[in-house]
Nanobody, 125 residues
Framework: QVQLVESGGGLVQAGGSLRLSCAASGRTFSRYAMGWFRQAPGKEREFVAQ????????YYADSVKGRFTISRDNAKNTRNLQMNSLKPEGTAVYYCAAESNPDSSSSSAGDRSYWGKGTLVTVSS
């Protein structure tokens, strides 16, 4: 089992920045592909970004490309999401999710093996 805990959410004005972090415990986390998803009120959960373990390749939703950066800190066993130039439509609960295929570039929520409970990001206009 892998337990994931997100942190770093909060209230920010449009144009501002936040850095989300996902900490892992339990089974060795290091060889999982890691993704971030978000779910706004009344909407379906959507893909935000994915980072593969092998090669550290990053993939982004078009809506966040150029503004968000996904990264990993192996020393702290965390996966991070730096969010810049935030927009009000970015208001959502943000989830990290691990996928056992370390090379996966999948954007599908159904491919995830483990999920955190989420952290709320509110972007005011």
């Amino acid at each position: 089992q892998v337990q994931l805990v997100e942190s770093g959410g909060g209230l920010v004005q449009a144009g501002g920045s936040l850095r989300l972090s996902c900490a892992a415990s339990g089974r060795t986390f290091s060889r999982y592909a890691m993704g971030w998803f978000r779910q706004a009120p009344g909407k379906e959960r959507e893909f935000v970004a994915q980072l593969t373990w092998t090669g550290g390749n990053a993939y982004y939703a078009d809506s966040v490309k150029g503004r968000f950066t996904i990264s990993r800190d192996n020393a702290k066993n965390t996966r991070n999401l730096q969010m810049n130039s935030l927009k009000p439509e970015g208001t959502a609960v943000y989830y990290c999710a691990a996928e056992s295929n370390p090379d996966s570039s999948s954007s599908s929520a159904g491919d995830r093996s483990y999920w955190g409970k989420g952290t709320l990001v509110t972007v005011s206009s």
